[in-house]
Nanobody, 113 residues
Framework: QVQLVESGGGLVQAGGSLRLSCVVSGSIFSRNAMLWYRQAPGKQREWVATISSGGSTNYADSVKGRFTISRDNAKSTVYLQMNSLKPEDTAVYYC???????WGQGTQVTVSS
């Protein structure tokens, strides 16, 4: 059974930075593309970023140039470095392998103006 544990969220002022982590167990981590999503209050969950098993990355236009996704296969962990945060980045952030249909508990990010 896959377990996803997201952490690193918090309250930050606009313009600040946070680094999210997601530890994955129960899956062959190094073979999976990993995705970050987010869900703001009252909105649908939206895709944020993807990193392939080979390290290629893609980003939603709304975060391109500000967020960086990375992975450490030895630690079965995917990261999301978030810089120049904006109030509209406020959301619960989730990660998952590309093939997996369930979600972890997420981590709350709140950006104050």
């Amino acid at each position: 059974q896959v377990q996803l544990v997201e952490s690193g969220g918090g309250l930050v002022q606009a313009g600040g930075s946070l680094r999210l982590s997601c530890v994955v167990s129960g899956s062959i981590f190094s073979r999976n593309a990993m995705l970050w999503y987010r869900q703001a209050p009252g909105k649908q969950r939206e895709w944020v970023a993807t990193i392939s098993s080979g390290g290629s990355t893609n980003y939603a236009d709304s975060v391109k140039g500000r967020f960086t996704i990375s992975r450490d296969n030895a630690k079965s962990t995917v990261y999301l470095q978030m810089n120049s945060l904006k109030p509209e980045d406020t959301a619960v952030y989730y990660c998952r392998p590309d093939w997996y249909g369930n979600w972890g508990q997420g981590t709350q990010v709140t950006v104050s103006s």
